[in-house]
T-cell receptor, first 110, second 115 residues
Framework: RKEVEQDPGPFNVPEGATVAFNCTYS??????FFWYRQDCRKEPKLLMS???SGNEDGRFTAQLNRASQYISLLIRDSKLSDSATYLC???????????FGSGTRLQVQP | DAGVIQSPRHEVTEMGQEVTLRCKPI?????LFWYRQTMMRGLELLIY????????DSGMPEDRFSAKMPNASFSTLKIQPSEPRDSAVYFC?????????????FGDGTRLSIL
């Protein structure tokens, strides 16, 4: 099993829609989780940190299910500017580094 | 506050030439990471440093790649000799190291093309 697995998409949704991405991870000891956003030809940028069961920031909600070892990202009221690739990130096993998922591409359409 | 600063933003050079990429981490961050990103392989960790000391270089592809961190505010990634398959975007990132694992903050990247 890969350390981090994500559906690559693309998810094509209309403006205003609610969309959710899931990410599964293999390291059951992980305590910190992150969602990053990467625009085309740009660097990854931190979107949210998740340290307990979940986190909410405006239209974005991240939820953690430790028993099933998955993290979800929910985006409500999608905007055109939300179009990007969303990277699920978990700590490595045995070292102080991060493993980045391959990303889920979101395209919000007018 | 200044973020992670990388230079150059773009580099185009012929195969066989030496390439040096530079990175200035966020002040106060004690971890520095070098990544490479391609369409085929995604984001790959090459090497990371803690307090200027290389901790894990298992991601460095081969001996042609080397990285140094002479002080807390500067790191280099060198490729010598360069090959066309080294063409990629190279990112530098830094993070704090206390307590639980902290998020990393990325520079703008260096877009490298080897002809």
């Amino acid at each position: 099993r890969k350390e981090v697995e994500q559906d690559p998409g693309p998810f094509n949704v209309p403006e205003g829609a609610t969309v959710a991405f899931n990410c599964t991870y293999s390291n059951s000891a992980s305590q910190s989780f992150f969602w990053y956003r990467q625009d085309c030809r740009k660097e990854p940028k931190l979107l949210m940190s998740v340290y307990s069961s979940g986190n909410e920031d405006g239209r974005f909600t991240a939820q953690l299910n430790r028993a099933s070892q998955y993290i979800s990202l929910l985006i409500r009221d999608s905007k055109l500017s939300d179009s990007a690739t969303y990277l699920c990130v978990v700590p490595d096993t045995g070292r102080r580094a991060l493993t980045f998922g391959s990303g889920t591409r979101l395209q919000v359409q007018p | 506050d200044a973020g992670v600063i990388q230079s150059p933003r773009h580099e185009v050079t012929e195969m066989g030439q030496e390439v040096t990429l530079r990175c200035k981490p966020i002040s106060g961050h004690d971890y520095l990471f070098w990544y490479r990103q391609t369409m085929m392989r995604g984001l790959e960790l090459l090497i990371y440093f803690n307090n200027n000391v290389p901790i894990d270089d298992s991601g460095m592809p081969e001996d042609r790649f080397s990285a140094k961190m002479p002080n807390a505010s500067f790191s280099t990634l060198k490729i010598q000799p360069s090959e066309p398959r080294d063409s990629a975007v190279y990112f530098c990132a830094s993070s704090l190291g206390r307590g639980r694992v902290q998020p990393q903050h990325f520079g703008d990247g260096t877009r490298l093309s080897i002809l």
